[in-house]
């Protein structure tokens, strides 16, 4: 049976590369049969890294049969995953998020989560001495990854050894680092081609506080104003996704990469309350400034508060 490597929903760079990079090195080092597939389509930052390297895009699945074996990376929440996903074989999970529970297994599996700021850093850890058979491609994904998640290392989820092995990738690809980084950034701020609806699922995780269902959407962007400037009609599209989606609220933040900072869009006394419960802001309109937010995963998530 082939092995099914893939991360969560609304895949982002990491969801998209690490099962690229999972899926080489289980069918090329351990000689089992694996295949990267994704769980919707990839964001604009994460296809423009498939296309860079010259990677086939991924097959797009929607839900995985009983008995499947699987590897999770990048998530261990049920929520981003298929719903059938504990009927499947889950071999094991690689990850670096805050262990949320709900997951269920045959048997005993293979876990790594550790607290770096992506899950391909933890993938070359775990390769050891294999990581030198990496081809080209392989490794490009890998610094896209860490890239990614890190913002070219502006993030407060960095770490010494995220970077540090995203410079010796660059070094061993003959990459100027910062001038990739950027490429990746431009294509991650162009959303001209999506719908205010898709831009609100693009990068979001559900998540539940105090019994209040939330989408926390995060767009990533060095051209935060063509986000801004369709803000009206952004939170107009709230309530569409929150009726399909099944969510009370959505909370989005348009985080500004070079500027390190987040703007936050508050169309209602909910989302104005949060604000002010969890970042201590005062919001005056319909949006508001968060200086120094940059992750969801450090400093988002873990501060909501209703």
């Known amino acids: 049976m082939t092995t099914l490597v893939f991360g969560h929903k609304s895949p982002d760079t990491d969801s998209t590369g690490s099962p690229l990079i999972w899926a080489w090195y289980l069918n090329e080092v351990k000689g089992v049969d694996a295949k990267a597939v994704l769980l919707g389509e990839p964001n604009t930052e994460a296809a423009f890294v498939v296309e860079k390297w010259g990677f086939e895009k991924p097959?797009?699945?929607?839900?995985?049969?009983?008995?499947?074996?699987?590897?999770?990376?990048?998530?261990?929440?049920?929520?981003?995953?298929?719903?059938?996903?504990?009927?499947?074989?889950?071999?094991?999970?690689?990850?670096?998020?805050?262990?949320?529970?709900?997951?269920?297994?045959?048997?005993?599996?293979?876990i790594t989560i550790r607290p770096l700021a992506c899950t391909a850093t933890i993938m070359y850890d775990?390769?050891?001495?294999?990581?030198?058979?990496?081809?080209?491609?392989?490794?490009?994904?890998?610094?896209?990854c860490i890239l990614s998640d890190t913002l070219e290392f502006r993030s407060p989820t960095t770490t010494d050894v995220d970077k540090e092995l995203a410079e010796k990738l660059a070094s061993e690809l003959n990459i100027n680092l910062g001038q990739y980084a950027s490429e990746m950034f431009e294509a991650k701020s162009d959303i001209s081609?999506?719908?205010?609806?898709?831009?609100?699922?693009?990068?979001?995780?559900?998540?539940?506080?105090?019994?209040?269902?939330?989408?926390?959407?995060?767009?990533?962007?060095?051209?935060?104003?063509l986000v801004l400037d369709r803000k009206a009609s952004i939170m107009e599209s709230f309530k569409t996704v929150e009726a399909e989606d099944g969510v009370d609220q959505v909370l989005l933040f348009v985080v500004d990469i070079l500027n390190e900072e987040a703007t936050f869009f508050a169309p209602n006394d909910l989302c104005k309350t949060v604000a002010e419960?969890?970042?201590?802001?005062?919001?005056?309109?319909?949006?508001?400034?968060?200086?120094?937010?940059?992750?969801?995963?450090?400093?988002?998530?873990?501060?909501l508060k209703v």
């Open 126 to 144: 775990l390769m050891g001495e294999d990581a030198d058979k990496m081809p080209d491609n392989i490794k490009g994904a890998m610094l896209s």
């Open 277 to 303: 419960k969890s970042f201590g802001a005062t919001v005056e309109g319909d949006s508001v400034v968060l200086p120094g937010i940059m992750s969801r995963k450090k400093q988002i998530i873990p501060n």
């Open 59 to 110: 097959e797009i699945i929607s839900e995985v049969a009983e008995g499947q074996d699987v590897v999770i990376v990048d998530t261990n929440n049920p929520a981003e995953l298929p719903d059938a996903i504990n009927d499947a074989n889950v071999t094991a999970i690689i990850d670096h998020h805050k262990l949320v529970g709900g997951l269920e297994t045959k048997g005993p599996i293979d």
């Open 193 to 225: 081609a999506f719908s205010d609806a898709e831009l609100i699922r693009m990068d979001s995780k559900e998540y539940e506080v105090d019994g209040t269902k939330f989408r926390v959407s995060v767009l990533e962007t060095t051209a935060p104003k």
